[in-house]
T-cell receptor, first 117, second 109 residues
Framework: NAGVMQNPRHLVRRRGQEARLRCSPV?????VYWYRQLPEEGLKFMVY????????ESGMPKERFSAEFPKEGPSILRIQQVVRGDSAAYFC???????????????FGDGTRLSIL | GIQVEQSPPDLILQEGANSTLRCNFS?????LQWFHQNPWGQLINLFY???GTKQNGRLSATTVATERYSLLYISSSQTTDSGVYFC???????????FGTGTRLQVFP
């Protein structure tokens, strides 16, 4: 009965390196969402994906950030050339697709804490 | 875009006390969820409650969608209830959740 699995739990990178965050949704869930939580703030939506498709990336920074959800394997959030301001907790969520936008609960993982040195 | 306001921002209680947390939102929604973020940063799903009333142990929640607010009740609070409580809403025709700024709860023995 595994929930949303995120790894790694903690990730440390130096400025200029790349960060890859992974998310395996609940078994049977076809929708994946990524959210970012800056220190002492609430979560902010970044991107919504279905298998092999980006549905809504309105919250994603235009540069250095990308996300994918391939046909096989986990969803990946990739941050290139990281900067200090990318330090945050990144949460992944998944939901069922039973038709109708947004009418299913989202289930969240434990997050990845990204620290930039 | 839709605004989500939570009150109070901070709440300090002694163990055993009851409390009510409020979430106001500025437009119609078809998804509303309450979460507890514990001191370790984990986000615990408390309720999926776009309308109506639900109860789970010492916690209950009510959403009055027509009046655009939701309430989370915590009875007989325990130190393990400490953390930040978030309300998140899903506007119609979108799949994303918009989070409020949270209520930080501290329960002392």
């Amino acid at each position: 009965n595994a929930g949303v699995m995120q790894n790694p739990r903690h990730l440390v990178r130096r400025r200029g390196q790349e960060a890859r965050l992974r998310c395996s949704p609940v078994k049977g869930h076809s929708h994946v969402y990524w959210y970012r939580q800056l220190p002492e703030e609430g979560l902010k939506f970044m991107v919504y994906l279905q298998k092999e498709n980006i549905i809504d990336e309105s919250g994603m920074p235009k540069e250095r950030f990308s996300a994918e959800f391939p046909k096989e394997g986990p969803s990946i959030l990739r941050i290139q050339q990281v900067v200090r301001g990318d330090s945050a907790a990144y949460f992944c969520a998944s939901s069922l697709n039973l038709g109708g936008a947004g009418n299913q609960p989202q289930h969240f993982g434990d997050g990845t804490r990204l620290s930039i040195l | 875009g839709i605004q989500v306001e939570q009150s109070p921002p901070d709440l300090i209680l002694q163990e055993g006390a009851n409390s009510t947390l409020r979430c106001n939102f500025s437009d119609s929604v078809n998804n509303l969820q309450w979460f507890h973020q514990n001191p370790w940063g984990q986000l615990i799903n408390l309720f999926y409650i776009p309308s109506g009333t639900k109860q789970n142990g010492r916690l209950s929640a009510t959403t009055v969608a027509t009046e655009r607010y939701s309430l989370l009740y915590i009875s007989s609070s325990q130190t393990t209830d400490s953390g930040v409580y978030f309300c998140a809403v899903g506007p119609y025709n979108t799949d994303k959740l918009i989070f409020g700024t949270g209520t930080r709860l501290q329960v002392f023995p």
